[in-house]
């Protein structure tokens, strides 16, 4: 009986591609059923499946018990999440051993690197530094580095960058925005503008667009009437290199330019009616306060210096109590009176 004639041994190229495949396999095991990516953060919901847990918390999010279902099999499922520290294992290994690779893997280093970037810049700004705020304020906003967009939490590090003892002033600025719209906290168009100006005392673009937005449509008529020529002047600011810090966006600099050349309002601009508080109260708190940040800002956007001890020839009636004090140029003797006055 002739002896059997072996196999012939199986080259190492097909037994790497077989390899690979199976590790490919393993790795599609670990995919987020609602993002199709590896998770960062794996999570095991009631329906034993594991997702990214800011994928799933999105799904659970404001549905009631009785209403949701798994996004896997559409069966009833309860709102509770395990960690799953043995997936994020496994998938960490997978990667950085080079077993998987392909777009998959590459997603997941960068989201890694998002999550780094994130947790690093929460020290720095926990640490008290303000230009970390205002990064996380951003990021918020935008939902951008992995974080889900959330307007309180993006209001609320603009706040903190703000109320720093040496303030950002793009925090300022987007703070007071979200202010004046009530996005992400309280609608205060008092203290909202009042920021807005000390903003655009900084440097700020964003902020002197706004508060020529609120001159040009009349739309916070409790705190300021509407004046073209007013919107213009801080236009003119947000458009030029008297305001420094270019901290909005190319759209809202090229609406200040096109209002440069117009002669008021026209039906094209009713966005910014939208914000409007006809009803608003909330210039109480703060009525001296913001009295004389528009006297000081008013005074500033003066072209003749030589005019500046009469401004007070084209403030309200109501505001002239506060002469006196508009002479200053000095941000912060006038924050001192004013928060002075507005504790009385």
Known sequence: MPPKRERPPEDAENIAKKLKSTMDAMADEWLCPIMQELPIDPVMAEDGQVYERSAIERHIKGKARNDLQSPMTN??????????????NTIEQLVRSGAITGDKVERWTERLADEKMVAETKGKAEGGRAASMYD??????????????DEVQSARWFKMGAEQAKPDPRCLARYADALLRGRGTA???????????????????????VIGDAFWSGSHPSVLRQDVAQAKQWYMKATSNVCKIKDVDDEAIAQAEARLG??????????????????????????????????????????DSDDSDDSDDSDDSDDSDDSDDRSSNDDSDDSDDSSNDSSD
């Open 136 to 149: 996380l304020g951003v990021w918020y906003c935008n939902g951008d580095h992995g974080l889900a967009a």
């Open 75 to 88: 069966a009833p499922m309860g709102p509770k999440l395990v960690p799953s520290p043995q997936a994020r």
């Open 262 to 303: 117009q002669d008021g309002p026209t039906s094209d601009d009713g966005d910014d009616s939208e914000d409007s508080d006809d009803s608003d109260d909330s210039l109480a708190p703060y009525p001296v306060l913001v009295r004389r940040a528009i006297a000081a800002a008013r005074a500033r956007a003066s072209d």
């Open 187 to 209: 609608k205060q168009p008092g203290l909202g503008l009042c920021l807005s100006f000390q903003a655009a005392a900084m440097g700020s673009k964003l902020a002197a667009s």
